[in-house]
């Protein structure tokens, strides 16, 4: 049974000769203190409940510390990789333009080495070509000296061949 405190101002007890009934007062003291127990457990209930909770509130609350701590670390941690990750990724760059500047810097040496080379070879060519020049000439002129020589031992030979046959 529940008692509220309008019934508590509102109940009336009957009357007899020396007062109130004592049944009524002892039946209505019963109910109260039974009430009063029942709010008395429920109030202890409650406090045994709040104080879970107020423990549990402690515990997300450290929790939430150690996640926002945890957070903050991470960010941290996050931004220092972003940091050693750009510096590194300068360096491979700044390795790699090195090194293509030396191969470019290679190249350039081969290509004026090639250069000369081929200048090199021209001037041979041409001294080649101008001494073969000389030795076809030359070749030409012997040739020619010899040709007239042919030629006069020819017009021996055929006067030799005449007198032999005049003989």
Not at 45 to 51: A, F, I, L, P, T
Not at 114 to 119: A, C, D, F, Q, V
Not at 145 to 157: C, G, I, M, N, Y
């Amino acid at each position: 049974m529940t008692v509220s405190k309008i019934d508590l101002l509102n109940k009336q007890f009957s009357r007899g000769v020396f007062g109130y009934s004592r049944v009524e007062v002892d039946q209505f003291m019963m109910e109260l203190a039974e009430v009063l127990g029942e709010f008395a457990d429920v109030r202890k209930d409650m406090r045994k409940k709040v104080k879970r909770l107020e423990k549990t509130l402690v515990e997300y609350r450290q929790r939430d510390e150690t996640l926002r701590d945890t957070l903050m670390s991470t960010q941290k941690m996050v931004d220092d990789l972003k940091v050693a990750a750009t510096k590194e990724a300068q360096l491979i760059l700044d390795e790699a333009r090195l090194k293509a500047d030396a191969t470019v810097q290679k190249g350039h040496n081969r290509l004026a080495q090639i250069h000369e080379e081929i200048e090199g070879l021209k001037k041979h060519r041409t001294q080649f070509e101008i001494q073969l020049k000389a030795l076809l000439h030359s070749h030409l002129e012997m040739i020619e000296a010899d040709s007239s020589e042919r030629d006069k031992v020819e017009e021996l030979e055929s006067k030799l061949k005449y007198l032999k046959k005049v003989d």
